[in-house]
């Protein structure tokens, strides 16, 4: 991940980029304005020049009475506001339309970070991140339903059907994020579309501006041991970050340390009314099995189950991927 300062600049740029628009666009519908309606232009270089004035007078550069410009100045603000209103325009017609209008782009309000500002540092580092850079393609849209067979299960529901219920499921989640509902455990075989869903709604929500938390669970149980052990400064981010992924879990080496660790960590944010998503291999008798009773039942209880079934969809994917090589045409030969 890149580091805070590069990502505070970064976002600098990006505000900077929002304003520099946002003057842009009011440029060109002043000019186009200005030549539909001759009389705005004289009214704007009329007051330009009346306000040019008071601040002279104000500086005492030349004598002048403050409140009698003060009073034309107004006067000239409602003739302008009338005449935008007879050519069906809003007073901020030739005000720039900000994409924040609460900081004006600028990143803060009364000294203090703007929530538009938190929103795209938070949607940067998600962005930037390993994890961010190597999932950001897996969205809700290239979810491919059609990999999932069809046809019925021994239950009467296909594992098509099945998926397209964990979609919506997970689409709802995005959509009612973040007081919506309990967070989610997807468990299944590998392969299935844990990991292409988990990031899917991480993605969503970074963008929308959320501290979103993407971690391999044997990267995040390696990083609380080494807290633990003074290895490492303490991290409260997963604490208190909007929603934690926690992907893969089972993949670890499990141990006394890392089951309570886990366990310690999700009823804190449990606590705190924090969402997350956690994806694994194992079900839940094996959850039980592997883990201990108490963080079985906090996973299969607290977190609404998906359950993912059917065939390996990434080697569906493969297959896809070379039948179309095949199918290509060849590439002309060189000319000798």
Do not use: W
């Not at 705005?40 to 007078?57: I, N």
């Amino acid at each position: 991940m890149i580091v805070r300062k590069e990502l505070q600049e970064a976002v600098d740029r990006l505000l900077a980029q929002r304003r520099e628009t946002a003057h842009q666009e009011l440029h060109t519908r002043m000019e186009g304005l200005y030549r539909h309606c001759p009389a705005l232009a004289g009214l704007e270089r009329e007051q330009a020049a009346l306000l040019r004035e008071l601040t002279a007078v104000a500086l005492k550069k030349k004598s002048g009475d403050p409140a009698a410009l003060r009073a034309r100045c107004a006067a000239i603000d409602a003739q302008r506001a009338a005449l935008l209103r007879d050519l069906g325009l809003d007073e901020d017609y030739l005000r720039p339309h900000y994409t924040c209008s609460r900081c004006q782009d600028t990143g803060f309000v009364d000294g203090r970070p703007c929530s538009c500002y938190l929103a795209a540092l938070r949607r940067l580092s998600y962005e930037t991140s390993p994890m961010g850079r190597s999932l950001r393609r897996q969205t809700f849209d290239n979810f491919d339903l059609s990999l999932y067979d069809d046809r019925p299960l021994p239950g009467g529901i296909s594992p098509r059907q099945v998926m397209a219920k964990n979609l919506s499921t997970a689409k709802a989640f995005v959509q009612n994020f973040p007081d919506g509902g309990r967070s989610l455990l997807m468990t299944g075989p590998s392969g299935l579309g844990k990991t292409h869903l988990s990031s899917a709604i991480g993605g969503e929500l970074a963008a929308r501006g959320y501290h979103v938390v993407y971690e391999m669970a044997p990267t995040l149980l390696q990083k609380l041991e080494d807290v633990k052990f003074g290895r490492r400064p303490p991290e409260e981010e997963y604490q208190n970050c909007d929603l934690l992924i926690v992907d893969d879990l089972g993949s670890e080496y499990i141990t006394a340390f890392s089951t309570a660790a886990l366990f310690a960590l999700l009823g804190e944010r449990l606590v705190r009314g924090k969402p997350g998503i956690v994806s694994t291999n194992f079900s839940p008798d094996e959850l039980e099995q592997n883990y201990t009773k108490k963080l079985a039942s906090r996973l299969c209880y607290d977190y609404a189950p998906l359950f993912f079934v059917g065939e390996d969809v990434r080697g569906a994917k493969r297959q896809a991927l070379i039948r179309a090589q095949g199918e290509a045409p060849a590439a002309p030969a060189p000319k000798k």
